[in-house]
């Protein structure tokens, strides 16, 4: 059987509009994730100002436009790859990922492949039907995990399906409905096996590389595990403990550190957590899924904020709409518009390095971004972070 | 008496009580394998009832692995979506006839997504009819006439105190409550000018965001508040009233009690089985558990046995069960079941008209019996599937080998206390080209050989019946 890497590379479709073209000639600069530099030693003092709603991308349409995104990565190329499950265009089923450019008043295009990657798969058979989480590297290939038929994909930004890894199994090492996945600083793949109860850190090439991890409901146990991300900061290993409503912080050999956030569906609480994310202050984000909103955390897991969703209908939302007149006035006669600003059962959340801050809401169609703001304090400017602060007033 | 004679009837009454709670499980659950049907029959037939109808002794079932193993439709979107929950839930849950009154009460007040469009609706009814399946029929009924996917599937939005529309009121009388030829015109309106202002909110369209839910609203400006007359009885009635007034109609008791005899008990209706029926109904106050206990323990239940046609939805569920498939929230392929039921005729949440399918022989054309047959063929011939492994195992024991008819009978107790002709099981036997004793060893051949002989068994006639 020829496998899919030794196929010939695929001509990518790109659709851009004259439009698009003239507006966006080229792709912004702000997905692009930093260098990664070694391990810091210590987390900022922040000066917070919260948190403010800067765009929602996709959004359901009759052609493009999401259906069910999961996630999204950061290009080194400067745009944003979305993994959106189910095409909306008639075009193809399966999987693929939506190229999308993030600018204030929010337009995207897409990289169509001619084909999902995996078509035949990797079986030779059947498609990939379940890729969900996914990286980038900053060679410009995106990774992704097959959590039915166990197995990475890599393909690269312009569309190529560059190969397979990944043995199915119970074993450590071994892919059992792999998910969540990230980049560690030498852009090593840590690997959520969520079947095997288990995080996994992996060579991008799939050598295994050690991990930990078993079922259960103590302390440094987990329970069917979603998200994973490692803290920029000291290189810790954070996972969304999905069925324990937690997080957990963990060494790289497996020790637990530090749970995060309580079972729950009050402030701070977690109801099935799916992604988690870390940005370079320490702040730790997660999908809290079962309760459709995002949660986030400092990195002494003390509750920050919540996302509950802010969305407005962008431009290509509203033209959709505007070529209905039914629908039209069908939202003429709605109370409470509120309701489809909300996240609706959100699987991922993601930050770049320019503090934004990217949701998956799943549920939606669509990637809600917000902007963090903030300022990080010179140490000079404040004393040392402490574990517990005294309450003061002035 | 002598010891072998005393211990040959013991196994035979056991076997018996095995078959009796085969049969209830059939029609009350969705059917058990006899490894199952044996932990049941430790108990009395009586008390097997008593759980089955009084599920809320069960914890429910755990469905959170279900959202997370297909979080591709967290959009809420498909009501093919909607029917493959529905049948997780009917192959797993600890609690299977709230299941299958859910079907049973699906397919006397069809609605279809082809006309609602929306399935946080289709769903929510599919909850509604869940939940309140085994309580009372007023209150289904109440619930039922401020349900949003029936409301807009017959009309009721377009039904004001200005401009009557009869569309509800008149499939209220008639198909899901009395029955025809036993109201008149008149009371069709009366009924429906009692509903004017029960209606639902403006939700939002597909697009851009998806379907969201729908909620009932009672405007009482659009209520008309003259007074009505409706079967014999004048007043200023609203919906509820009407209801309650449906209810003390002997003609309701009869229409309900036969629909639920050949739900459960047989495609030919008997005259004197059926008026039992409705009396327990009356008494009961249309207590539907009430009612259903009375049934199972009835001697007429229990004697009639394979009587009916299996459903597909029943068919499909029954066979994975046998196969042992689908047991969890991550195998691959669940949604393809409810894509299965509907090539057989019964496409879950999208019924055909307002009077839902015909059941019986109807379900058995030539189309369909293919699609059955395949289906259970496929699913039992695999020698891996969990159930036919299990199977294999508990016949072969610890012996060697067994006679070719014993392993057929074995196969079909195995199956759930199964039963065929003798000429069927020699037909299997003589197509399988069993010869003599089949050896137990290796086990890997003699499971396939016992997939053979399921598979063989799965396209008997006697097996689309139950």
């Known amino acids: ?394 | 008496m002598t010891a072998p004679i005393r211990e040959r009837r013991a196994r035979r009454a056991a076997a018996d009580d095995v078959a009796l709670i085969g049969h209830l499980m059939r029609r009350a659950a969705f059917g058990a394998r006899a490894e199952h049907l044996e932990q049941l029959a430790r108990k009395s037939y009586g008390a097997v009832v008593d759980d089955l109808v009084n599920p809320e002794r069960f914890p429910p079932l755990e469905e959170d692995l279900l959202e997370r193993f297909h979080s591709d439709q967290s959009d809420d979107e498909s009501t093919g979506w909607t029917a493959t929950r529905w049948s997780f839930q009917m192959i797993n849950s600890p609690r299977p006839l709230e299941f299958k009154m859910a079907l049973f009460w699906h397919g006397l007040f069809a609605t279809a997504v082809s006309k609602v469009t929306n399935n946080p609706m289709m769903r929510n009814q599919y909850q509604m009819l869940r939940e309140n399946g085994l309580s009372d029929f007023r209150t289904i009924l109440q619930r039922l006439a401020r349900d949003p996917a029936m409301l807009y599937w017959l009309d009721q939005q377009q039904n004001h105190a200005a401009a009557v529309n009869e569309n509800w009121g008149r499939e209220l009388l008639e198909l899901f409550s009395m029955g025809r030829g036993n109201y008149t015109e008149d009371d069709v309106k009366a009924a429906a000018r009692a509903f004017t202002g029960w209606t639902l909110d403006q939700t939002f369209p597909r697009y851009p965001s998806g379907y969201y839910d729908v909620r009932f609203v009672y405007r009482p400006e659009d209520h008309d508040e003259t007074p009505k007359t409706f079967l014999g009885r004048t007043g200023n009635f609203n919906g509820d009233d009407i209801i309650d007034i449906i209810l003390e109609q002997p003609a309701t008791a009869h229409y309900l009690a036969l629909h639920l005899y050949k739900f459960f008990v047989s495609d030919e209706p008997n005259r004197d089985e059926v008026e039992a029926l409705a009396q327990t109904l009356t008494e009961s106050r249309f207590d539907i558990r009430v009612t259903l206990k009375a049934m199972f323990l009835s001697e007429y239940f229990r004697q009639a046995r394979f009587k009916r046609v299996r459903s597909p939805a029943e068919h499909v569920i029954a066979t994975v069960r046998i196969a042992g498939r689908y047991t969890n929230a991550w195998e691959h392929g669940i949604d393809g079941l409810e894509d299965a039921i509907g090539r057989m005729g019964q496409q879950l949440l999208n019924p055909p008209t307002v009077e839902g399918w015909h059941p019986g022989r109807e379900w058995i054309d030539s189309a369909y019996l293919i699609e059955r047959v395949n289906f259970a063929a496929d699913m039992l011939g695999d020698p891996s599937a969990p159930g036919v492994v299990a199977i294999s195992r508990r016949i072969a024991g610890g012996r060697s080998g067994i006679e070719a008819l014993a392993l057929v009978d074995a196969v079909l107790y195995e199956m759930g206390a199964l039963m065929l002709s003798p000429a069927a099981k020699q037909a299997i036997i003589e197509n399988l080209e069993l010869v003599g004793e089949v050896a137990c060893n290796p086990p890997e051949v003699f499971a396939n050989t016992v997939a053979r002989v399921c598979r063989t068994i799965s396209t008997a006639r006697e097996f689309q019946l139950e």
């Open chain 1, 1 to 394: 059987m020829t496998g899919v890497a030794d196929r010939p590379a695929r001509k990518v479709e790109r659709m851009r509009t004259t439009k698009a073209k003239a507006l966006w000639p080229a792709p912004l600069s702000a997905a692009i994730p930093a260098p990664r530099a070694p391990y810091q030693d210590r987390y900022p003092t922040l000066f917070r100002r919260g948190h403010q709603f800067e765009i929602a991308l996709g959004q359901r349409l009759a052609l493009g436009g999401f259906k069910g995104p999961t996630d999204v990565a950061f290009g080194p190329d400067g745009w944003l790859y979305v993994m959106n499950r189910y095409p909306n265009d008639g075009h193809l089923a399966g999987v693929r990922w939506v190229q999308v450019n993030v600018k204030d008043d929010g337009f995207e295009f897409e990289v169509v492949p001619k084909d999902p990657p995996g078509k035949p798969g990797a079986t030779g058979h059947e498609w990939l039907g379940s890729l969900q989480m996914t990286v980038c590297d900053s060679q410009g290939v995106l990774y992704s995990a097959d959590e039915h038929r166990h197995t990475v994909v890599r393909c690269s930004i312009r569309g190529e399906t560059l190969g397979y890894w990944g043995h199915p199994g119970d074993k450590p090492g071994q892919l059992n409905g792999p998910t969540g996945m990230c980049l560690d600083a030498d852009e090593s793949l840590w690997i959520v096996n969520t079947l095997n109860h288990r995080v996994d850190h992996y060579t991008r090439e799939g050598e295994w590389l050690g991990g930990f991890g078993q079922q259960g409901t103590g302390p440094g146990e987990l329970n069917f595990p979603w998200g994973v991300a490692i803290d920029p900061i000291n290189g810790t290993v954070v996972v969304a403990d999905w069925r324990n409503d937690l997080v957990k912080r963990f060494s790289r050999d497996g020790k637990l550190l530090q749970v995060i956030g309580r079972p729950g569906h009050g402030e701070g609480e977690l109801h099935r957590p799916a992604g988690v994310a870390e940005d370079n202050h320490g702040d730790i984000y997660v999908a809290d899924r079962g309760n459709n909103r995002v949660l986030s955390f400092n990195y002494r897991g003390m509750f920050i904020e919540s996302f509950i969703g802010d969305a407005v209908i962008n431009d290509r939302g509203m033209q959709k709409v505007l070529t209905n007149l039914d629908m039209v006035r069908m939202r003429d006669n709605i109370e409470n518009l509120d309701r489809e600003k909300r996240l609706k059962a959100p699987v991922s959340v993601r930050v770049d390095n320019k503090g934004r801050v990217y949701i998956a809401d799943t549920g939606r169609y669509r990637v809600q971004v917000y902007r963090k703001m903030c300022k990080a304090l010179r140490p000079d400017e404040v004393d040392p972070p402490t574990l517990h602060v005294d309450p003061v007033l002035t």
